[in-house]
């Protein structure tokens, strides 16, 4: 059983989902396809032509929304030009490009400040704050139950100490998370504030919405997964002590992610692609919410264990320790490396590897321009040994 309450050093605030699937721009085409014809992308490149940043980025999006990332194959259609021969300024002005496409899409998708991140980030501060709730809520029924064995009157008096402790240790964290809530909806504020009457609507409507977020947080009051159930006794309350989200097995921290992924969800943290590709089309295909949703929650557990949990480790060190500077710093965490080496074997899993598999993405289409609707992705083929498969089935909700 607990022997101390420890409080979480640090409280960060849940992020919320402002950009949902009906917020996704509408095509009067919804299904061309990106490769169509007059689709305004190229299906390959003119070996004569080089397509310009913005074409390049318009192309490198379907690509993204395709595979998850640029692969190889995919390098001169991006840039608009083979580069057949050793012509070195041109093979650097190529990589270039392409190097700061792919840094560009880490940092949206996974980078520290992008939604993903402040998103992961919260929710595993959530289900912190839930778990510590609980298990300070067992030990106090546990610290209050009389013991087996007989006891003298100072050992009787300092178990409902720990008890009382306990119980001040769950109000003192919903007070403190009442108060990072509240600080959080007048920063959202403040910042509302400083815009016009009439400039940045959508940043203003974005605002609004967070502060109506964390007001409704704010009000929340946690409780105990177990607090209807009055616990028997002293063994029933240990057994039922909730592990920490680190220690669970990797099935499990799967599955607590896979429970929170919706197509909206999907549509806030692809967002960025909709300048170009039809979200709303997009995800109504079931094999591509498959990958996306894979790649969620993989990155999403790969972020809390690589990065999060060595980062709070390192506060919580700080915090407790008597010395100035304990010279302890978590480990940087290489996600490109990481984000690519998923995402390919995600590809893998889902699709069979072919040049022009790009083009089944659906695009925005210009008004007026009529095209054929685009055939569904066949279901996926490869269900080898590849441990990620093992998990598809968990997108119950993709069903619907």
């Known amino acids: 059983m607990l022997t101390e309450a420890t409080l979480p050093v640090n409280i960060i605030p849940r992020h919320p989902v402002d950009f949902k699937v009906s917020d996704c721009p509408m095509s009067p085409c919804p299904e061309i396809l990106a ?3 007059r689709s305004g992308l190229p299906i390959y490149p003119q070996s004569e032509k080089n397509w310009s940043k913005e074409e390049s980025m318009e192309i490198a999006r379907v690509v993204e929304a395709r595979h998850g990332y640029i692969p190889e194959s995919f390098h001169g259609l991006i840039t ?11 093979w650097y002005e190529r990589e270039n490009l392409l190097k700061q496409i792919q840094r560009q899409f880490m940092k949206e998708l996974v980078g520290d400040n992008s939604w993903f991140a402040q998103y992961v980030a919260g929710e595993f501060c959530q289900e912190t704050m839930e778990i510590a709730i609980t298990n300070f809520n067992l030990a106090e029924q546990y610290y209050a139950m009389k013991p087996e064995e007989p006891e003298t009157y100072e050992q009787s008096q300092a178990r409902l100490q720990m008890s009382r402790n306990f119980h001040n ?8 998370r009442r108060s990072t809530y509240q600080r959080a909806a007048l920063d959202a504020q ?3 504030a400083t815009y016009s009457q009439d400039n940045n609507v959508g940043a203003k409507k974005k605002l609004v919405f967070q502060q109506d977020f964390y007001k409704e947080q704010a009000a929340i009051r946690m409780k105990a997964q177990f607090q209807s159930t009055p616990v028997a006794n002293r063994i029933t309350a240990e057994h039922w002590l909730k592990d920490p989200y680190q220690v669970r097995p990797e099935a499990d921290r799967i599955e607590f ?3 929170k992924v919706t197509r909206d969800i999907l549509a806030q ?7 170009v590709v039809d979200l709303r089309s997009f995800l109504a295909c079931r094999n591509f919410q498959e990958q996306w949703a894979t790649r969620f929650v993989y990155m999403a557990d790969r972020m809390v264990m690589h990065k999060l949990v060595p980062e709070l480790v390192a506060k919580e060190r700080s915090a407790h320790s008597n010395d100035v500077d304990t010279g302890a710093s978590p480990k940087a965490y290489n996600f490109e490396s990481e984000f690519e080496r998923y995402w390919s074997v995600i590809d ?14 659906p695009v925005l289409s210009k008004v007026g321009v009529k095209r054929k609707a685009a055939a569904p992705l066949e279901p996926p083929r490869h269900k080898g040994t590849i441990g990620i498969w093992a998990f598809a089935g968990y997108f119950s909700f993709l069903e619907s």
């Open 35 to 37: 490769g169509g014809e």
């Open 80 to 90: 608009g030009k083979r580069f057949v021969g050793k012509i070195q300024a041109k």
């Open 169 to 176: 240790a769950i109000a003192s964290l919903n007070d403190a």
């Open 190 to 192: 403040n910042r509302l």
């Open 257 to 259: 992610w896979t429970k």
């Open 269 to 275: 943290w692809l967002c960025e692609l909709c300048e």
């Open 348 to 361: 893998s899993i889902f699709t069979e590897k072919k040049g022009g598999s790009w083009k089944y993405v």
